[in-house]
C-alpha cells in the first residue's frame, strides 16, 4: 500500500512540473522591427519564469536560417529554404502574402 501512494504521489509531482509548451507566432525575436522586439521581450519574460517550453514560429524565415539558433528558447522558420519553392509561391501574390505570415 505504502508503495502504491508513494507511486502516485511521485506521478503528481512529475505532472507538476513539466513546463506547458508556448507556440508563439510572429516575427523572429531578433528581427529589427516592432513587432520582433515585442515577442523578444514577451518571450524573454517568459523563459526566464522556467515555465514554459517555447517555440517562436518566426514568420518570414527560412527553415534552415542560421540566426534562429541564436535564441535560447526553439525558433522555427516558417518559410522553406529550397528557392524553386519560393519562386512557386512567389507567382502568386495572395499565396505569397499567406505565406510570408506563416501560412506554409
Known amino acids: 500500500m505504502l508503495l502504491i501512494l508513494n507511486k502516485l504521489r511521485i506521478g503528481v509531482v512529475h505532472s507538476l512540473m513539466r513546463k506547458k509548451k508556448l507556440v508563439f507566432q510572429s516575427d523572429f525575436a531578433l528581427a529589427n522591427t516592432g513587432f520582433g522586439r515585442n515577442t523578444k521581450a514577451l518571450l524573454e519574460h517568459l523563459y ?8 517562436n514560429y518566426a514568420v518570414g524565415m527560412n527553415w534552415s536560417n542560421p540566426a534562429l539558433k541564436q535564441t535560447p528558447w526553439k525558433s522555427i522558420g516558417t518559410l522553406p529554404d529550397s528557392q524553386e519553392e519560393l519562386n512557386r509561391l512567389n507567382q502568386d501574390p495572395n499565396q505569397a502574402r499567406r505565406a510570408s505570415y506563416g501560412d506554409y
Open 48 to 55: 526566464r519564469t522556467g515555465k514554459y517550453d517555447i517555440v
